[in-house]
């Protein structure tokens, strides 16, 4: 039985009132944003990798080496606003409306929920990133206004909403190889609180909601798998991987453990060589010569019997140098958390592109990148910062998820955690763009700790006590 059913009519609608004016007063905060970022950053900054999404998606010629989903959706948006501008408007509107509904439905007075969410939206880390047309954007957006769609649906009767949330988490996971790590704790979130769960110890609800969720977002994943399979020419790219941990490792150890069956290793090249083009913050160098004329240490392979032995000694390597291993991906892993000596580059775009896209700054875009590009002596860019923050948080969630059973800041830490943890595994630059989403949920995390109830959520009639919650439904 709902709500209303338990209260005076006038009651009900003068909540009903209050609910449409708070959705309006959040509504039109988050229109300002989205009209800021508009403004600020058209038509889109477009970098190398946004050339290459939009060739594909002009050609209809995808590669494997970024998902297909962001260029299948640019493809459709290009016929309609050639250029970046139709990809600018669609994640801007996703980032603004899901951040939106997470603060409506987050129990704060009203001043504080607005003020929630022009600090986390406008937060400079965040902020930064609204403008250029990439892969991580999208995933971004899509996952936030996903998340937003399940805390509509709920554990009631609003299941509906999941017919919003599936296909946008699907891009959210779709659009990067590793953005199934964010969407887990997400996918989970939901599954606490079903009525299926109530009675059983909280150990064991934490454990199942997790499982659920887990198998939900790897179908997700093994769907968007299939997609970029059907659609991809095969490039092999993941051989990155295990040609940059192989160099780092055989630097730690003063051994060349790169075979010559892998046929990635220019013959001649000794250990000398590499210690010359290894550079822990940007594994393209492997590839590259600083002189005209000359052979690069090391050359991708598409031969499968060279792919399998690349794979193999890799895993081997591993396994054998496990020392080796962890200090060559800290040297990495470091410069994302800002810990070492590389600065913050934002993006700005680029000036020209063999698209013929028009890349003209607006005034308010220059000023405001001339204005983030002076903040990094702060700490709004200090990965290091936030990881620690989202472990304290995370603590903090599972510890108010037993006493309390809310779940939302445990599932938001650990999303953006379980995130950064896979850069430690497999990236081969420290972008900053990859620390953002762990800066997202930070905040956001840390609102939802500070969430308090301003009347009971919905109660079953033979139930007299309000159930506790971070999040509701108004």
């Known amino acids: 039985m709902s709500s209303e059913r338990l209260t005076p009519k006038p009651l009900a609608k003068t909540r009903r009132a209050s609910s449409l004016a708070e959705w309006l007063t959040i509504g039109g905060l988050a229109l300002v944003g989205f009209f800021a970022v508009w403004w600020v950053y058209r038509p889109g900054f477009m970098s190398w990798d946004s050339v290459v999404q939009l060739s594909q998606a002009r050609s209809g010629m995808f590669g494997d080496d970024h998902p297909p989903i962001v260029a299948l959706i640019w493809r459709a948006l290009d016929r309609l606003w050639p250029g970046p501008i139709g990809m600018l408007i669609l994640f801007d509107a996703l980032f603004w409306l899901g951040l939106a509904v997470f603060f409506r439905l987050l129990r704060w007075p009203l001043w504080a929920r607005a003020s929630g969410l022009l600090v986390v939206g406008f937060q400079p880390a965040v902020f930064m990133l609204l403008g250029t047309i990439w892969k991580d954007t ?277 999303s953006g955690l379980l995130y950064l943890a896979t850069f430690f595994l497999a990236t081969g630059a420290p972008d900053f763009r990859y620390s953002v989403w762990t800066i997202l949920t930070t905040l956001l995390a840390a609102c939802a700790i500070a969430g308090v109830e301003r009347w009971p959520a919905r109660v079953p009639v033979a139930s007299a006590a309000p159930v506790d919650s971070a999040v509701s439904v108004g």
């Open 138 to 414: 999208v995933m971004q957006a899509a996952l936030l206004a996903g998340f937003s769609a399940l805390l509509l649906a709920g554990p009631g009767t609003r299941r509906w909403w999941w017919a919003a949330a599936v296909p946008l988490l699907f891009i959210g996971i779709a659009a990067r190889h590793n953005a199934v790590a964010a969407a887990w704790p997400l996918l989970a979130a939901p599954i606490f609180r079903h009525e299926w769960l109530a009675r059983w110890r909280k150990a064991w609800q934490l454990a199942a909601s997790l499982a659920v969720g887990l198998v939900l977002a790897l179908t997700l994943r093994q769907g968007s798998v299939l997609l970029s399979r059907s659609l991809t020419e095969p490039s092999e790219y993941w051989q990155s991987t295990p040609i940059f941990d192989l160099v780092g490792m055989s630097l730690q150890l003063d051994e060349l453990l790169i075979t010559p069956e892998s046929g990635v290793l220019t013959p001649g090249v000794t250990l000398s060589r590499l210690r010359q083009v290894y550079d822990p913050t940007d594994h393209l160098r492997l590839y590259k010569c600083r002189q005209k004329k000359c052979t690069p240490a090391l050359a991708r392979t598409s031969d499968p019997a060279q792919l399998r032995a690349l794979s193999d000694s890799w895993k081997h390597a591993i396994l054998a140098h496990p020392g080796a291993y962890l200090s060559h991906r800290w040297l990495v892993f470091r410069e994302l958390l800002r810990l070492g000596k590389r600065k913050i580059e934002l993006s700005t775009g680029i000036s020209r592109n063999p698209l013929g896209v028009p890349l003209t700054r607006s005034e308010a875009g220059v000023a405001t990148v001339e204005l983030l590009s002076a903040l990094p002596k702060f700490p709004f860019y200090a990965t290091w910062l936030y990881a620690l923050l989202e472990c304290a948080l995370l603590g903090l969630g599972t510890f108010d998820f037993f006493k309390r059973g809310r779940p939302l800041c445990l599932c938001l830490s650990l």
